[in-house]
């Protein structure tokens, strides 16, 4: 009997670090983004068309990491919009994926939203919110909770959908509606 309420109790622990992790993680966004002034600002966000013209790497990666969150994540708290940038930064990093934003976001079957056209975003309070959500993930300014959070995860799908590939993964979190894998 003591054996079997031992892993009950430590899977508790567990859940209950968790959470404080999360709990942790989430005020520190708020506040940081309570002191950027460009969510309070009304900075124009930059669109597709006027990016194409641009040479800057780090706006096109800006703008894609934001437009995947929106389309993948916009309907999700804060932290389930950064949970899906982190993944697709962590894409970036992995030998199997293309090696800029837009090319792992723009990869066939890959991200439901994206189907080789882009429409913009009509929701512009959350779409600013993606923008900054994902300038704070490429300047570094989030915190390490959620990036160690996600144990390096490079997939993930909605909740209400069963993908075959999870076969092969291994789950990490779920946060909001997405659940996060790992190879």
């Excluded at 009997?1 to 404080?20: D, I, V, Y």
């Excluded at 940081?32 to 641009?54: F, M, N, Q, R, Y």
């Excluded at 934001?66 to 999700?76: D, F, I």
């Excluded at 300014?141 to 590939?165: C, K, M, Q």
């Amino acid at each position: 009997m003591k054996g079997e309420t031992a892993p009950t109790n430590q899977k508790g622990a567990n859940m209950q670090t968790l959470l404080k992790r999360v709990q942790v993680f989430v005020l520190v966004i708020l506040m940081s983004l309570s002191t950027i002034p460009a969510v309070h600002a009304k900075e124009k966000v930059p669109t597709l068309a006027e990016l194409t013209t641009t040479k800057d790497s780090s706006k096109i990666d800006h703008y894609w990491l934001a437009m995947n969150m929106y389309y993948e994540a916009g309907h999700e708290p804060l932290i389930g919009k950064i949970a899906v940038g982190v993944v697709t930064l962590n894409r970036v990093r992995d030998s199997r994926f293309p090696k800029s934003v837009k090319a792992v976001v723009t990869e066939p079957n890959q991200f439901s939203w994206y189907n080789g056209q882009v429409k913009a975003p009509t929701n512009m309070k959350i779409w600013k919110e993606c923008y900054e959500a994902a300038r704070l993930l490429l300047t570094n300014r989030v915190g390490n909770d959620i990036i160690s959070l996600l144990e390096g995860a490079t997939y993930f799908h909605a909740s209400y959908v069963s993908p075959s590939w999870k076969k092969n993964k291994v789950k990490v979190v779920q946060i909001g509606d997405h659940i996060f894998y790992k190879p």
